[in-house]
């Protein structure tokens, strides 16, 4: 699935974001940019996420019950 691609991709640039922000050569604008940066593709994969959840929930979602059960 197209989604499962970019989430492993964003999550690897998530991944060298927090990286490099480990690094102690860092000045204080490069750092608040990462971390303006690690915001962004968080919301990105949090935005794939919740469209892939709802997908997830609209196929999957059970099929109304025909008729009365009761009687």
Known sequence: ???????????SVLSCVFEKLGAESLTEPDRVE???RAEVVQNQIDAIQDAGGEEH???NAAPEPSGDWLF
């Open 34 to 36: 990462l971390v303006a």
């Open 1 to 11: 699935m197209e989604s499962d691609s970019k989430l492993e991709d964003l999550r």
């Open 57 to 59: 929930v609209r196929t």
